[in-house]
């Protein structure tokens, strides 16, 4: 499939952020200069879309003061018959972030939006307006269906490197266009002090930008809000926010390292121990920095489907909240396993009633690739496998369930994404060579990081069968993003024949491997 020119989104774009957060964009066509006069309202922090449908879509922004938001959108960059949408109040009670919904939009048209905020005292006190776009999904198959995913960012001690210009992953990204980012977790190293240097091979020297926030390990609100502005200080990925918009799931560095609820920390650096509480306020500030339609119901859950036109579904799933303990994993009954009974009970559910072609099933860790925990210093396991190839044990009991409920419900077009594990690759999973052999076959892609430590490829686990067909990853630990291995993947969805193709990328695009999937089949 070819690519689509490019309708002329990033043109709406101009100026960036300095490491200060300070925010240089154009005044809209028509806006008085008088509005970069000093004590109005500033979005410092750019703009975010998310959870784009057929006909709706979720835009964030954060102000640096109180302030109301309101919602401009139109076809075209100027503006012309533009509606107006009065958003929230931003107040310190949300750390002044706050996200509008869109409805009623056409699907698979370019949605143009700008933000302004107005002082709550005299709303013709407007700041400077800052602007967006996104693609509504279409409502036929034949315009096609293009993302990227990945996940990790700012961990194991590397940031944003004004050295080697920050978060220079997400301008590849932005290149290709994509209808949609899919973050697999680990937005954030909240567990991840930065330092203000480190070394690196060859005598060379790595540097942060630094925040009072990044400096400890995350443990109040105000600590975890800060983690999430840190990301926002980098000019790519405010960039790429305004053009792009995202489905976003979570992991454990969002809380805290290897996490799991009812933890307590035997970590020294952490004053507060108890992982329920620290995930509580994490939950909180993450649902403010993202534009996230679940999280705002009484439920506030992070699962949830996004359907994406006729052609694709995507299931986004939680592995952390519902988990149980991480332990040796080989119990013979695992009720709760890694999803919990109720989110695997919804998965089924939402699998068996999709019409989409695809059914993309976003995992924040693998399936078969062994991940331990040795946070206590004892032999735990972290993600699914343990790396017993027999029969299913612990976690693999509720995968080997959902695996046999998808092939004897027939369901097709099933592809599993996911990141975590700071390498990329390729896994196909077939009975032919597993020990559970009650699924059909299917295919696990692996990326990322997006700017963290790279690490050498995992073990695998034989229980489903796995065939890792590509991986590239270093040979050391821990190897910076100055030395490569930093990694994306791309989905591309034919709108004509319906066939899936997988590319897997480095930083700057290059294509590493590429798989292309038929529609309509149960395995492949």
Same mark, same amino acid.
């Given at each position: 499939?070819?690519?689509?020119?490019?309708?002329?989104?990033?043109?709406?774009?101009?100026?960036?952020?300095?490491?200060?957060?300070?925010?240089?964009?154009?005044?809209?066509?028509?806006?008085?200069?008088?509005?970069?006069?000093?004590?109005?309202?500033?979005?410092?922090?750019?703009?975010?879309?998310?959870?784009?449908?057929?006909?709706?879509?979720?835009?964030?922004?954060?102000?640096?003061?109180?302030?109301?938001?309101?919602?401009?959108?139109?076809?075209?960059?100027?503006?012309? =018959?533009?509606?107006?949408?009065? &958003? /929230? #109040?931003? %107040?310190?009670?949300?750390?002044?972030? *706050?996200? $509008?919904?869109?409805?009623?939009?056409?699907?698979?048209?370019?949605?143009?939006?700008?933000?302004?905020?107005?002082?709550?005292?005299?709303?013709?006190?407007?700041?400077?307006?800052?602007?967006?776009?996104?693609?509504?999904?279409?409502?036929?198959?034949?315009?096609?269906?293009?993302?990227?995913?990945?996940?990790?960012?700012?961990?194991?001690?590397?940031?944003?490197?004004?050295?080697?210009?920050?978060?220079?992953?997400?301008?590849?990204?932005?290149?290709?266009?994509?209808?949609?980012?899919?973050?697999?977790? =680990?937005?954030?190293?909240?567990? &991840? /002090? #930065?330092? %203000?240097?480190?070394?690196?091979?060859? *005598?060379? $020297?790595?540097?942060?930008?630094?925040?009072?926030?990044?400096?400890?390990?995350?443990?109040?609100?105000?600590?975890?809000?800060?983690?999430?502005?840190?990301?926002?200080?980098?000019?790519?990925?405010?960039?790429?926010?305004?053009?792009?918009?995202?489905?976003?799931?979570?992991?454990?560095?969002?809380?805290?390292?290897?996490?799991?609820?009812?933890?307590?920390?035997?970590?020294?650096?952490?004053?507060?121990?108890?992982?329920?509480?620290?995930?509580?306020?994490?939950?909180?500030?993450?649902?403010?920095?993202?534009?996230?339609?679940?999280?705002?119901? /009484?439920?506030?859950?992070?699962?949830?489907?996004?359907?994406?036109?006729?052609?694709?579904?995507?299931?986004?799933?939680?592995?952390?909240?519902?988990?149980?303990?991480?332990?040796?994993?080989?119990?013979?009954?695992?009720?709760?396993?890694?999803?919990?009974?109720?989110?695997?009970?919804?998965?089924?559910?939402?699998?068996?009633?999709?019409?989409?072609?695809?059914?993309?099933?976003?995992?924040?860790?693998?399936?078969?690739?062994?991940?331990?925990?040795?946070?206590?210093?004892?032999?735990?396991?972290?993600?699914?496998?343990?790396?017993?190839?027999?029969?299913?044990?612990?976690?693999?009991?509720?995968?080997?369930?959902?695996?046999?409920?998808?092939?004897?419900?027939?369901?097709?077009?099933?592809?599993?994404?996911?990141?975590?594990?700071?390498?990329?690759?390729?896994?196909?999973?077939?009975?032919?060579?597993?020990?559970?052999?009650?699924?059909?076959?299917?295919?696990?892609?692996?990326?990322?990081?997006?700017?963290?430590?790279?690490?050498?490829?995992?073990?695998?686990?034989?229980?489903?069968?796995?065939?890792?067909?590509?991986?590239?990853?270093?040979?050391?630990?821990?190897?910076?993003?100055?030395?490569?291995?930093?990694?994306?993947?791309?989905?591309?969805?034919?709108?004509?024949?319906?066939?899936?193709?997988?590319?897997?990328?480095?930083?700057?695009?290059?294509?590493?491997?590429?798989?292309?999937?038929?529609?309509?089949?149960?395995?492949?």
């Amino acid at each position: 499939m070819s690519l689509r020119p490019l309708p002329g989104r990033r043109s709406v774009l101009r100026g960036s952020l300095a490491a200060s957060a300070a925010l240089t964009l154009p005044v809209a066509a028509g806006a008085a200069p008088a509005l970069a006069l000093s004590g109005r309202p500033r979005a410092g922090w750019g703009v975010q879309a998310g959870d784009v449908t057929t006909d709706s879509g979720l835009v964030w922004v954060r102000s640096d003061r109180p302030a109301r938001m309101i919602v401009e959108t139109a076809a075209t960059p100027s503006f012309r =018959d533009a509606r107006r949408r009065l &958003g /929230p #109040l931003l %107040g310190a009670d949300s750390d002044f972030t *706050g996200t $509008t919904r869109l409805h009623g939009l056409p699907a698979g048209e370019q949605i143009h939006y700008r933000v302004l905020l107005a002082d709550p005292d005299d709303p013709r006190r407007t700041g400077e307006p800052v602007t967006g776009t996104f693609r509504t999904a279409s409502a036929t198959r034949r315009d096609g269906v293009r993302f990227v995913w990945s996940g990790d960012l700012a961990g194991q001690g590397w940031g944003i490197n004004p050295d080697l210009g920050g978060y220079r992953i997400y301008r590849a990204m932005a290149a290709l266009d994509p209808d949609f980012f899919l973050c697999s977790g =680990d937005n954030i190293y909240a567990d &991840g /002090p #930065l330092a %203000g240097s480190a070394p690196l091979p060859g *005598g060379r $020297t790595w540097r942060n930008v630094t925040t009072e926030e990044k400096a400890k390990v995350a443990e109040t609100l105000a600590e975890f809000r800060g983690n999430f502005r840190y990301n926002l200080l980098d000019d790519n990925l405010r960039r790429f926010n305004a053009q792009v918009p995202s489905i976003v799931q979570w992991d454990d560095h969002e809380v805290t390292n290897n996490w799991y609820p009812g933890e307590i920390l035997g970590d020294a650096r952490y004053t507060e121990k108890d992982v329920d509480v620290l995930a509580a306020r994490a939950r909180r500030a993450f649902s403010e920095y993202f534009p996230i339609s679940t999280l705002r119901r /009484p439920s506030g859950r992070v699962h949830r489907v996004q359907r994406h036109g006729p052609l694709l579904d995507v299931f986004v799933l939680d592995m952390r909240t519902y988990r149980d303990s991480n332990s040796p994993d080989a119990q013979t009954a695992d009720a709760q396993g890694i999803l919990g009974r109720e989110q695997l009970e919804w998965l089924k559910r939402e699998l068996a009633r999709s019409r989409a072609v695809w059914k993309v099933i976003a995992a924040d860790m693998p399936l078969g690739l062994v991940v331990p925990d040795t946070t206590d210093g004892e032999p735990n396991f972290e993600a699914v496998a343990q790396g017993d190839p027999g029969a299913p044990l612990g976690r693999e009991l509720q995968i080997a369930e959902l695996l046999r409920f998808v092939k004897h419900r027939r369901i097709t077009g099933t592809v599993w994404l996911t990141a975590d594990v700071h390498h990329t690759s390729a896994q196909h999973y077939d009975p032919s060579r597993a020990a559970f052999k009650d699924f059909a076959p299917f295919w696990e892609f692996v990326s990322g990081p997006l700017n963290a430590g790279a690490f050498p490829a995992s073990a695998l686990d034989g229980t489903f069968g796995p065939d890792r067909v590509f991986v590239k990853a270093p040979a050391t630990a821990n190897v910076s993003p100055a030395d490569g291995y930093q990694f994306f993947g791309e989905v591309d969805i034919d709108g004509d024949n319906g066939e899936l193709t997988v590319r897997l990328r480095e930083q700057d695009g290059t294509v590493l491997f590429t798989k292309a999937l038929q529609p309509g089949r149960v395995g492949q």
